[in-house]
């Protein structure tokens, strides 16, 4: 039993170096690729090991995003959104919990986006990220549904589309970094712009 526990902690601290190797990587390329070989030697494992823990570059690329939730306390910084009384305060929390964390994952998303054209397993580690967020969106859409809160201008389909559009990262990089919103503004306008699309009037 000591013997399985040594080397359970061994694996699970060599898949914590890849993945911190693999982070700061894709923080620092600028959109260049990264390469499972730089993973392995910036880790201080072979190429080889480094797929004995991840089979495919996908695969790890999923996993650095996970990791990045992990160290940042994505569970924690939601729980306002998932405990809230209403359809209201679960969109407002939700925009406030995801505005805020934009700027602590922009490195890896800018480095994301950038390869996403020409790399698959980039696109695919973005798209299931994005797809979590989506998820998100969705959910406050329909706690607004289930209260009788929802707009009738747009069906929960059609709002949650929306919603997910509109705090899109590229989004808050053309209004924060292009235009110059701090990032109380960015987050007091997108609430303000949510609740006038999807909040029916009482």
Not at 61 to 88: F, H, N
């Amino acid at each position: 039993m000591m013997l399985l526990d040594t080397m359970s902690s061994k694996n699970t601290e060599t898949r914590n170096r890849i993945l911190k190797a693999s982070l700061g990587l894709l923080e620092a390329s600028q959109g260049k690729d990264v390469r499972m070989s730089d993973i392995a030697k910036l880790a201080g494992i072979s190429r080889q090991a480094l797929y004995l823990h991840f089979s495919t570059r996908a695969e790890l690329l999923i996993a650095t995003t996970l990791y990045l939730d992990e160290i940042k306390g994505t569970d924690d910084r939601l729980t306002s959104s998932r405990t809230a009384e209403t359809g209201q305060q679960r969109l407002d929390a939700y925009i406030d919990a995801w505005g805020h964390y934009i700027p602590e994952i922009y490195g890896i998303a800018k480095a994301l986006l950038a390869m996403r054209d020409t790399d698959d397993a980039a696109a695919e580690a973005w798209d299931n990220r994005m797809q979590a967020m989506k998820e998100g969106c969705k959910a406050a859409i329909e706690a607004l549904s289930r209260d009788n809160m929802l707009s009738p201008d747009h069906p929960p389909e059609d709002a949650t589309d929306l919603l997910w559009t509109l705090l899109s990262i590229r989004n808050w990089e053309q209004l924060t970094l292009d235009c110059g919103w701090s990032q109380e503004k960015y987050i007091d306008r997108m609430k303000a712009l949510a609740r006038r699309n999807f909040v029916k009037d009482e």
